[in-house]
């Protein structure tokens, strides 16, 4: 390792050279990358069939939204009356038994007796 006084790419080349002699050489077979996709592809199956599931789900739910958005806007002629107010609409569901606590009384004088 004395060999790393000098440029850059010298101190590299000779920082390859040590690991070389280190660890060997280890030349990647023709089946090296086929083989890695393989072992990359087998862990990943189940995360890409979730992400596509949630995906879908989220479409669907996405979807789901705007027709009930739509479907909710969409003005119906039924025969409930949405602008009367809840005081109003109970007033005239039921209906009251007794007329004399809604009417004033009516006091009726004979004609012929003198007023005071």
Known sequence: MNSMHGSDDQQLDALFR?????????????NFMPN???R???????????????????????????VLGIYMSIPRSNSIDYTQTYVEVLAEATPTDSID???PANLDLPADRPSR
């Open 36 to 38: 890695l996709w393989a």
């Open 101 to 103: 606590l809604v009417n």
């Open 18 to 30: 040590a690991y070389n002699d280190a660890c060997g050489a280890s030349e990647a077979s023709a």
């Open 40 to 66: 990359i592809e087998s862990r990943q199956r189940f995360t890409f069939s979730f992400r596509r599931v949630a995906n879908a789900l989220t479409t669907a739910a996405v979807a789901l939204s705007i």
